[in-house]
């Protein structure tokens, strides 16, 4: 069965099937390899009822909440000479890694390639074409070698040549119905829920929170506000070009299959004075591929909070950073100590992992 | 004196140098070509007070206030069939003939050309070399004459090649002193007081507003939350490309003369795609470089609202539609009736026009 496919896999939490070791990572900002095998231990504390989170319960007493703590009271307190009045209370969030998980492979690239196995009847063709042939075929090591090109043409067809109200469409379908493979639950289900409070807490002390991910705008958008409260105009992403285009009866627009921005490194800042226009004040990452996002958020005046989401718990969720091919972490974990960084420790800072323990 | 120079223009607003006939109109959504000629009738009401806006009431009674007041009723009626929740309140507005005044020719590219003459002495060179040397000398047939090349060369040097800080002190400062040539005014006066108070009036009824302009968005943002009380996190508009670059010290963002994003026409609705993520209910345009942007606001589902300001009154600024280089607005007057879009009469819907009669 292929990971990620939208029956229930009821077995793959135990599979010994290896993830494919590299899966590309392209410019995309889709692009993913496997690092960390799919270990078969989840956490397997008592369910919790879910819950709207209004404070940080689910962070343990520690450094890293002491400093969300004491930075949050500085920026809200008048007579602090760090305060700051709510329009620069601006937040900014990684998604794949820091709000939800990502491994064994960015969950929008395992909708990319299960929505190919789903339209593959209407594409006959397909079975000897490539790179559609290996991905019906579920072939890991063919996977393992796709590069750019290859993404390109999956995204082509998973995310461009349809309107949006169409992508919307499949996206929430699958959002609703595609399970985790070592998990067995929905990918929604796989937010951090120390994240989520930290979300919640920031916009009760007059913050704007905006996601700024790597992933692809349109897909993050059709569940950021139920996930994380963030409405679309404040989700900041890659994105396919799109064009306009109209006829007698209504207007649509249309993603076509050519990179419009790269939102990663460098893409980062750059997408945040596009879309914000002003300087964050905080921002939280959790791989390299945010290293200039928060360079550029703790190198402006004031007091400024940098945060890297550490995945240092094997069995609760993944350990990976320096090797991993997905949010690989290594020169800012060599950096964050001289830069004031704080390094949050998923299995010390989190009492709780993921937003809900069954779904 | 060059029109629009930061010296007191304490004689413009009675010059009768004639304005440019034609200043380019290209791709980069600042171009522009000058129509109208400069009358030389201000509005010479008695000064009024400044005074924040909460009603319609520089707003005549007629069909457009009434077509207003009707919508919102029933968008934020919670027993209406067109109620909206308060997320899908969404309002975009153009700038540049919407909201403030475009003529003679577009207030930014106003501030380029006077950007080039500041700089002037720091290039010698620039005295044989063109398209500066005709600004420099305000070689007006010249002027007429420029295309997208020479427009480009004018946006290298006033709008990119340096640090976002940079261009934000330069435009600001431009935007505190320099003065309309009819009107001698600051330019940040020129914006309709109507508008302004449509603004005010849909964020009292839970309303986002937001800009979606021609002009460039950090031009934009340098005046939006002052003005209109928009901050810049809701302006979208025309860009530059701009690469983030660091060094040991700390980071920068710097525009570089390549086009991003026009935001005019078919760019409109696919920028409010890309920056909102939502379809706006209502939008408010005044030219046909507003056109898509109202046909795909007003063809979605349930109610909607699209307005056309209809600059028909020169005694208190200008008359100009079908022939005119800026804001040209042809085939929306045509098809404005059928697609159920309400004609704004600047002469009898609004009783004052302008901000603030003095500055």
Redesign the interface.
């Known amino acids: 069965m292929a990971m990620g496919s939208r029956q229930p896999a009821g077995k793959a939490a135990g599979t010994t099937r290896p993830a494919p070791r590299t899966l590309l990572r392209a410019a995309a900002a889709l692009a993913v390899a496997v690092g960390a095998g799919c270990g078969p231990t989840a956490d397997a504390g008592p369910s919790e009822p879910p819950q709207q989170a209004s404070s940080l319960e689910s962070w343990n007493e520690g450094p890293a909440k002491a400093a969300i703590v004491d930075f949050v009271g500085r920026i809200t307190d008048p007579s602090s000479a760090d305060f700051r009045p709510e329009?620069e209370r601006?937040a900014v969030f990684d998604n794949d890694g820091t709000l939800w998980a990502e491994q064994p492979m960015y969950f929008q690239l395992i909708y990319a390639l299960d929505q190919v196995r789903e339209m593959a009847p209407e594409h006959p063709e397909w079975v000897t074409e490539e790179p559609f042939a290996s991905v019906i075929r579920d072939d890991q090591e063919a996977l393992a070698g796709f590069g750019l090109p290859e993404l390109m043409q999956i995204l082509a067809v998973s995310h461009a040549g349809m309107t949006?109200e169409a992508f919307d469409a499949r996206a929430r379908e699958w959002q609703q119905t595609a399970r985790h493979p070592r998990f067995d639950r929905l990918y929604s289900s796989l937010t951090y829920r120390p994240m989520v409070e930290l979300l919640e807490y920031l916009r009760a002390n007059g913050f704007?929170t905006w996601i700024v991910s790597g992933g692809g705008?349109?897909f993050l958008?059709n569940f950021s506000?139920e996930a994380y409260g963030i409405?679309?105009?404040q989700?900041v992403g890659s994105?396919l070009k799109?064009?306009?285009r109209?006829d007698a009866s209504?207007?649509w627009?249309v993603k076509v299959p050519e990179l419009?921005s790269v939102d990663d490194k460098?893409?980062k800042?750059?997408n945040i004075?596009?879309?914000?226009?002003?300087r964050p004040i905080l921002a939280f990452g959790n791989s390299d591929g945010d290293f200039?996002m928060l360079?550029?958020i703790t190198?402006g005046d004031g007091a400024r909070l940098g945060l890297i989401l550490h995945h240092d718990d094997a069995d609760r969720e993944w350990a990976y950073d320096r090797d991993s091919h997905v949010g690989r972490l290594d020169r800012g974990l060599d950096e964050a100590a001289a830069r004031g960084w704080v390094l949050v420790s998923m299995a010390r800072d989190f009492s709780v992992v993921f937003s809900e323990q069954q779904r």
């Open positions: 329009a601006i949006k704007q705008v349109d958008r506000e409405p679309p105009e989700v994105s799109s064009e306009y109209s209504s207007p627009i419009g460098a893409g800042p750059v004075d596009l879309h914000i226009g002003r200039e360079e550029y190198t």
